[in-house]
Each structure stands twice: as structure tokens, then as C-alpha cells.
């Protein structure tokens, strides 16, 4: 699969290479015949539109890409109307009564819709826009241009013998601000990266976007069908098609391993979550502490430089739990947690020890620094007051500065949380009115 991406990448100079090749020669057969240039580039065109719509359709299921959908539903209708374009071309003699301006109407009508449709899937967004909705939407639209052209509500957009109306030029510029518009919203998604795929392909509509746009000023210039500016247009026009259909080609050949990759990213970090990080207060595990805290000892040894341990207890637990129930005292711990994850620095480690126990290493630190940490965390949890009943904690405080060091530190830093939860647990006796 990836060898085949990588053979169009290698070998896509020499693809246009050959386009431009072939449009020289398109160019010189237009000088000649220039309604059997019209009919090949709009049927090549025709047909990287029908593409387009057939490889995102038949791929939907599998590369599971949204955008996919919604452009091949887009660019079915919108070759649809290139092929009547082109049946009612000036020359081709199918429609006897039609004149030059309605296949012109027509070409507005195509690019309307092509502009305006694809404007739509990114401003509204694929999660709000319903395939079916979108459907509907589009074959209104289509079917409403029609009836339009067909019965002489659409305005005019080319008068013989004067060029193009005041109103298809605006058009043109209406189309091209469209456009625009939804590079810049695409540039945006681009810089969010939400979703690497989506952002991938966007690429792929921005270019054709981009040629689209080309294309647009072109037509806005010519004042005769078989002139240069129109040659120019219908060229810009099946750049804006291969571009998108090179694009959808590729990405519906590497979505489907992307996806299985992306699936397994996915499950692997959430694996990652569960072994590294406690569930409910978002700290590190006990587990993945031992790993962290056994790499910092390790690396203690070879420096000796000092770090300082706080062991932290929440005061009264028991009490809360049995009080209130398990359901708050979760709050009570994930509130604990969120406060620690507040006020440590990013170099520090914490982690939930175990129960209502949590334990915090600050590398390159000293006692002084650890209890200032220590009463920083202890003010946010009694100022904040989130429940209605006082929260408090307990601390200790350990130096250590190699392995050796680390299971003396530990006990003394139990033992002083030890002392300040008994004298609180005394000062709790003495006041009648405390609840918990």
C-alpha cells in the first residue's frame, strides 16, 4: 500500500508533464476546432468528477471519512451539470433552440454548487451536516438551477454579439470570495490538526479550491466561447478536478491503515491512562510512581543531588465517607488531586500513594521548599471550601539524596504526617461544633 503512494508521489511529474503535453496540443486543435476541444476537456473534466464521486462513495465504508462522503456526493451533481453544460454547448446543435447563454447559465449553475457546496462542508462542519440531509440539499439545488434555466428565471449570463452580463462576472466573484473563504477555514483546521486525515485531504481541496479560483477569473475576461481566456478556464477547471481526485485517490489507499493505526494509537494510550494515571484524581499511580521515583533515585546516586518528599493525608476521611458517602469522598479525593496538579511544578512528581494518601518528590529541592509547596496546597484546599463540610490535609516532609537516603526520608516524612494529623485529630475533639 505504501509503496503504491509512494510510486505516485515518484512518478507525478512525469503525469503533468504529460498534461501539459496534451494541452498543447489541445491548444493547438482549439485554434481549429474549438468545439472539439470544448468537448474533450469537459469530458475529460466529466470524468474526474464522476471519479472523484465513485472513489469517495465506494471507499466511505471503509477509510470511514466523512469529508469523502459529502464531496462525492458534491462533485456527482456537479458532473452532472458539466455533462449538460457541455450536450448544450454553442455548435453542438442537441438543443437547437438554446443560444450561447445557456450553457453559460449552466457553468455558473456547476460552480455554484461546487463552490457553495464544499463552502458548506466546512463551515457547518462535517459532525453537524447529515449525508442524507446534505443529499437532499445538493439534488434541490440542482434540480431548482434547472427548472430555472429551463424556464427563464435564471438570469442572463451571455449576450451575442456583446460578451458576458454584468451578473456572471459577479457571479464569477462570488464563486472566487466562496472559495476563499473556505481556504481560510481550511488553513484554520490545518493549524488546529483535529483530525490528521481530514487535515491531509484538506490539503487536496484547498489546491483545487485554488484552481478553481484561477479558473474564475478567466471566465471573467473572455467575450467570445471559442476564445483564449475560455481555453485557459476549462484548463484551470480540470486542474481543480485531478488535483481532488488525486487526492482522494491517495488518501482512500492510505485512510484504511491509518484508520488501524489511529484505532491502536488509541487503545494504546488509553492503556497508557490506566497504567500511568490514577482514574479518579489524575495523578500519577502508585505503580508508575515506583518507575519514576525508582529512575530519580537512580539518577540521585550518580549526582547526589538533594530532593525533598511530602507524604499528604486527607484529614478525617473515614468520617466523610462514612458520613456523606463513597460518592463524595470521590469528590473529595478527585478535588484533593486537582489542587496538587495546581500547584506543583512540572518537574515535580504526584501521585495518589494509595487511598486518601498522596506523595509528591520535588527534585532539586530542600525542606524549606518542600513546606512551602506543601502549605500552598494545604490553603487552596480549605480557602476553596467546594463542599459543606471544612476539607483539610495532613503533611510530612522528607530530604533525601541518594536511594539509601530515600527509605529514611520516607519515615520521617510519615512520622511528622503522623504528628500534625494527631494534634488536628485533638483540636477536632475540643470544638463541639465541628461536623464532618
Known amino acids: 500500500m505504501k509503496n503504491n503512494v509512494n510510486f505516485l508521489k515518484q512518478y507525478e511529474y ?10 498543447l496540443i489541445l491548444y493547438d486543435v482549439s485554434l481549429y476546432n474549438y468545439l472539439l476541444y470544448h468537448t474533450t476537456i469537459e469530458l475529460f473534466t466529466i470524468f474526474a468528477g464522476l471519479s472523484i464521486s465513485l472513489v469517495a462513495l465506494v ?13 462525492g456526493i458534491l462533485y456527482l451533481y456537479v458532473s452532472i451539470i458539466d455533462y449538460v453544460h457541455t450536450l448544450a454547448y454553442k455548435g453542438m446543435n442537441i438543443f437547437p433552440t438554446l443560444t450561447a447563454n445557456e450553457p453559460t447559465q449552466l457553468w455558473i449553475l456547476g460552480r455554484l454548487l461546487q463552490a457553495l457546496g ?41 449576450v451575442e454579439g456583446k460578451g458576458l452580463t454584468k451578473f456572471k462576472i459577479a457571479m464569477e466573484y462570488v464563486i472566487v470570495l466562496f472559495s476563499v473563504l473556505t481556504i481560510l477555514k481550511i488553513n484554520k483546521h490545518e493549524k488546529e490538526d483535529r483530525e490528521h486525515i481530514k487535515a491531509c485531504f484538506c490539503k487536496d481541496i484547498k489546491f483545487s479550491l485554488y484552481f478553481l479560483i484561477f479558473g474564475e477569473l478567466s471566465f471573467t475576461l473572455y467575450t467570445d ?10 484548463v484551470f477547471k480540470f486542474f481543480s478536478y485531478y488535483v481532488l481526485l488525486r487526492g482522494i485517490t491517495v488518501r482512500s489507499l492510505i ?74 469522598g470521590d469528590k473529595v479525593l478527585k478535588f484533593v488531586g486537582e489542587t496538587i496538579s495546581k500547584n506543583v511544578r512540572a518537574s515535580d512528581i504526584a501521585a495518589r500513594f494509595g ?6 518528590i520535588l527534585p532539586h529541592s530542600q525542606a524549606f521548599d518542600a513546606a512551602i ?6 490553603n ?5 471550601r467546594p463542599f459543606q463540610f471544612l476539607v483539610d490535609i495532613s503533611y510530612g516532609i522528607g530530604e533525601f539524596s541518594s536511594s539509601e537516603e530515600y527509605e529514611l526520608a520516607f519515615k520521617n516524612a510519615d512520622t511528622f504526617l503522623y504528628e500534625m494529623k494527631k494534634h488536628k485529630n485533638s483540636l477536632r475533639k475540643e470544638d463541639k461544633n465541628w461536623k464532618a
Not at 487511598?355 to 509528591?360: C, L, P, R, V, Y
Not at 509547596?373 to 494545604?378: K, L, N, Q, T
Open 14 to 23: 512525469i503525469i503533468y508533464l504529460s498534461f501539459i503535453a496534451i494541452f
Open 59 to 71: 471507499t466511505m465504508n471503509i477509510g470511514k471519512n466523512k469529508i469523502f462522503i459529502l464531496i
Open 118 to 158: 464544499t463552502f458548506f462542508i466546512f463551515y457547518l462542519g462535517v459532525d453537524k451536516l447529515k449525508n442524507r440531509l446534505f443529499f437532499l440539499g445538493v439534488t434541490i439545488a440542482t434540480l431548482v438551477g434547472f427548472i430555472a434555466i429551463v424556464y427563464g428565471f435564471f438570469p442572463d449570463c451571455f
Open 225 to 234: 466561447v471559442y476564445g483564449f481566456f475560455n481555453f485557459l478556464g476549462h
Open 255 to 328: 485512510d484504511p491503515v491509518n484508520t488501524i493505526l489511529a484505532d491502536l494509537s488509541s487503545k494504546n494510550e488509553e492503556l497508557q491512562r490506566i497504567a500511568y494515571y490514577d482514574k479518579l484524581t489524575k495523578l500519577y499511580s502508585r505503580s508508575f510512581f515506583e518507575e519514576i521515583k525508582d529512575k530519580h533515585l537512580n539518577m540521585l546516586d550518580r549526582t547526589k543531588q538533594k530532593s525533598v518528599l511530602i507524604l499528604l493525608d486527607i484529614n478525617n476521611f473515614k468520617d466523610i465517607n462514612d458520613t456523606y458517602g463513597h460518592d463524595v
Open 355 to 360: 487511598g486518601d494518601e498522596f506523595i509528591i
Open 373 to 378: 509547596a506543601a502549605e500552598r496546597i494545604r
Open 380 to 384: 487552596h484546599i480549605i480557602s476553596e
